[in-house]
């Protein structure tokens, strides 16, 4: 096709470096940015600003005083540092299922092994868990301790190496499988990694191959079923801040700040050249493919790019709460970020961020709160927090049925999930096809060919095939109720 | 060896019982193509029901005179296949019957949801911890009559293909036989031809979700004996052994379930006896991973789904 060889024109230039110059124009464009918003749009920048500068001040609002008396003033309990904390962290995943999963409709269900594989990054490098060689570079600890000890600004890209390795060798096989095999794989996948950490606790091994002899008695590489700890808490060297659980808000603004360069990346990328091909996918995999969008370096970076936004969220999880065990890493944990991306609007970033906010919000602040107050009211009722689950397989069921597209929708996600393809709006446009064409040269065709008059009304066999779960619904499915 | 042949007979216990649910899954995704994710938790509610019939209305225990314990458990049985039946119908008709035209991926997720509600409906009655009868059955070995004393079948294991077995030929009469089960064939094959050519294609897709239900609660009575244990979540676990097996005989593929249920009872079985009890679900996965990957037609192909 000679259309692919037309390069776009990119005034940034190709590549990182483009990227990197173009969201410097962005970053440093927005002084500019802001005025001209504020003189077009007064009101609603007025709104946001002050929105943003609340949340942005809200943990040292709430610790200076709102905690104290909110159970007086407001209805509903805040959230304190460890939920805001956590919403940063399940902001991230969402943001990066959001890429799988809402920009190249590829569901992963198992999106929580890379979330595993990022925390473990992080106990790996920065705990005493390698008891017997010491290796401490620029950490917070004094040099000779036992283990290896990395500073958290070099685990996090280290995590998401690791994470996004392991997100291309997933996709890599799976690329050929059509949607729900694909689920149910990448489903296996997520459960598999957590067995493998909880189970190489143990490892004894004898390996020789030629002059090369690699042997070992009862080697704890994982920690087992206890998992690894104390991990070293994020630690920013010269305002001597530590990053933990018992540093207040401090790790919010940790997590602040990796998400947003979260969701930076994420509106990048969803603008770029690959967002596009992955929308592309998404739609219809065949004709992307026919538009010369490679498709299998696109899924494959899809799966990579997804997954390291997992492997930052677990780095962070890990080093923040100075612990990580197997057991953090559920097949529901996958589920409730995939909760998060539907409910909030599959494919819209805004959307996700709000749906992990609000899941978050539910699941560690609202339903303990309830569980207390209906533990005073009638002791003997079952306390919610331990349904959290039951709550959220209605909402899938509910959302599902009623409101698939989320409550802040991608408009196109949207369009395709109300099926943009109703019969109605088909026979409209070949109405117009036949208007516009000359009606007797259709005919002339139909009565040489009568299936073609078919084809006109459903697409064909092939392209419902390969386009998986992203496919429009097909018309003559429609008919079938009636 | 005979190490060996006690755990093929573990295996070909455990087989069985996957067999059952496994059905479920095939016939299900054989002709709406679904995978019916809340069918192991489904299984579940049936070893959860049984449960609550045998310790807490009938008593039963292995002091029962024999003939009071056979009339209880057939009847158990049938009262267990009525109400999981029920409930997957209702499931369906609530759940994935107006998600029929959505994208497929809708009816997936819409059914994640109803197992994670499965589940916790079944922790709210029945409490978090394990819960578990007295084993009903004689102990002793019934291979002592041959005077073989190394390998033992139990009454359990026997029971177990008592019950299973003449399910299976039942189910594989109705689908070949009756007029009902070519109605499911043909709704299989293409819903739209069938519904032209007269088939009720929702009351089809209800009754096989009515069937698959049926043997998803007797499945869950065969485990409540043989293994005398069950907890809340034991249908995520059970759920994708027995899914793993329909994909491996070929998804949709009634004989095909059945012999990817045994193959995968004995992979079960070997693993935890030869390598760990650890590593069998990561061994289970990664079957199924390979099966998927490699070979997604299945050891025996795909008979009622090919159009899948």
């Known amino acids: 096709m000679t259309t692919m060889t037309v390069k776009d024109e990119d005034p940034y230039g190709h590549g990182v470096g483009g990227w990197l110059s173009h969201v410097g124009e962005v970053v440093f464009g927005i002084p500019d940015t802001y005025r001209r918003e504020l003189k077009l749009h007064r009101r609603r920048t007025i709104a946001l600003t002050v929105l943003v500068v609340l949340l942005v001040i809200y943990p040292i609002l709430n610790k200076a005083f709102l905690a104290a008396f909110s159970r007086n003033v407001f209805p509903l309990p805040l959230p304190d540092d460890t939920v805001v904390t956590f919403m940063m962290i399940f902001g991230i995943m969402a943001i990066g299922l959001n890429i799988v999963a809402g920009f190249a409709g590829l569901l992963d269900l198992g999106y ?17 868990h390698w008891d017997s060689i010491s290796v401490v570079f620029l950490a917070n600890v004094t040099p000779g301790f036992p283990g290896i000890h990395l500073p958290f600004w070099i685990i996090v890209p280290m995590a998401l190496l690791v994470a996004a390795t392991f997100g291309a060798l997933l996709g890599a096989p799976t690329l050929r499988l059509r949607g ?22 143990d490892v004894t091994f004898n390996f020789s191959l030629g002059p090369i002899t690699l042997a070992a008695q009862h080697l704890n590489l994982t920690g087992g079923s206890l998992g690894i700890n104390p991990i070293d808490a994020p630690f920013l060297p010269f305002a001597n801040i530590t990053f933990d659980a018992s540093s207040g808000y401090a790790p919010v603004y940790l997590g602040m700040f990796l998400l947003v360069i979260a969701i930076l990346i994420a509106r990048n990328l969803e603008r770029s050249r690959i967002g596009r091909a992955w929308m592309a996918i998404r739609e219809d995999e065949l004709a992307a493919e026919m538009m010369g969008v490679n498709t299998v370096r696109t899924k494959l970076l899809a799966f990579a790019l997804g997954a390291s936004f997992a492997g930052v969220a677990g780095s962070l999880q890990a080093s923040y709460l100075g612990a990580t065990t197997s057991d953090f890493f559920t097949f529901s944990t996958s589920i409730l970020v995939l909760i998060m991306v539907i409910l909030g609007g599959i494919g819209n970033i805004w959307g996700v961020l709000l749906g992990a906010v609000a899941l978050v919000y539910v699941d560690k602040t609202f339903l303990p709160y309830v569980g207390q107050e209906l533990q005073q009211v009638a002791p003997g009722l079952p306390n919610p927090a331990q349904f959290n689950f039951l709550f959220f397989g209605l909402i899938l069921v509910g959302m599902m049925r009623f409101r698939p597209e989320g409550f802040l929708p991608n408009r196109q996600r949207a369009a395709e999930l109300a099926g943009a393809h109703t019969q109605a709006e088909i026979e409209a446009k070949v109405d117009e096809v036949v ?41 003559i499915d429609e008919e079938r109720e009636l | 060896m005979d190490q060996v042949i006690q755990t093929f007979i573990i295996g070909l216990s455990n087989g069985l019982i996957f067999a059952l649910v496994a059905l479920g899954y095939t016939l299900v995704y054989g002709i709406i193509e679904l995978i019916n994710f809340a069918h192991g938790d489904l299984f579940m509610i049936g070893s959860m029901i049984a449960l609550a019939q045998i310790a807490g209305i009938w008593h039963l225990s292995s002091a029962t005179p024999p003939l009071v314990l056979v009339a209880v458990i057939a009847l158990v049985i049938a009262v267990t296949m009525v109400v999981t039946a029920a409930i997957n119908v209702t499931i369906e008709r609530v759940a994935y019957r107006p998600l029929r035209n959505a994208p497929k991926l809708a009816p997936l997720i819409s059914a994640i949801g109803m197992s994670y509600v499965l589940q916790n409906i079944a922790n709210l009655i029945a409490g978090p911890a394990n819960k578990s009868i007295d084993n009903l059955f004689p102990t002793t070995n019934l291979l002592s009559v041959f005077g073989i004393t190394t390998i033992s079948v139990t009454f359990q294991q026997v029971f177990v293909a008592i019950v299973t077995i003449p399910l299976l030929i039942a189910l594989s009469w109705f689908v070949d036989r ?11 094959q293409d819903p739209d031809t069938a519904g032209l050519m007269g088939v009720d294609v929702n009351r089809t897709i209800a009754l096989t979700f009515l069937i698959g239900g049926a043997l998803a609660g007797a499945a869950g009575v065969v485990q409540i004996l043989y293994n005398n244990v069950t907890v809340y979540n034991l249908g995520f676990r059970f759920g994708l052994n027995a899914f793993t097996s329909a994909v491996l005989g070929g998804i949709g593929n009634l004989n095909g379930a059945v012999a990817g249920a045994l193959v995968l009872g004995q992979i079960n079985a070997f693993s935890d006896r030869y390598l760990s009890a650890n590593w069998t679900n990561a061994i289970v996965f990664g079957v199924l991973i390979a099966v998927l990957v490699f070979k997604p037609t299945g050891l025996l192909g795909q008979q009622l789904a090919d159009r899948a």
């Open chain 1, 180 to 201: 729900d095999y694909l689920a149910i794989v990448t489903l296996g996948f997520g459960e598999i990694v957590p067995v493998v950490f909880r189970n190489l606790s």
């Open chain 2, 178 to 188: 009756t007029r009902q089960g070519r109605a499911m064939r043909a709704t299989a």
């Open chain 1, 112 to 128: 929580v092994a890379f979330y595993a594989l990022g925390a473990y990054t992080a106990a790996f490098l920065a705990s005493s």
């Open chain 1, 435 to 475: 208007a516009v064409d000359a009606v007797a040269e259709v005919e002339a065709a139909i009565e040489a060919d009568p299936s073609i008059a078919l084809d006109n009304l459903g697409p064909p066999p092939g392209q419902a095939e390969a386009s998986g779960d992203a496919r429009a619904p097909e018309t």
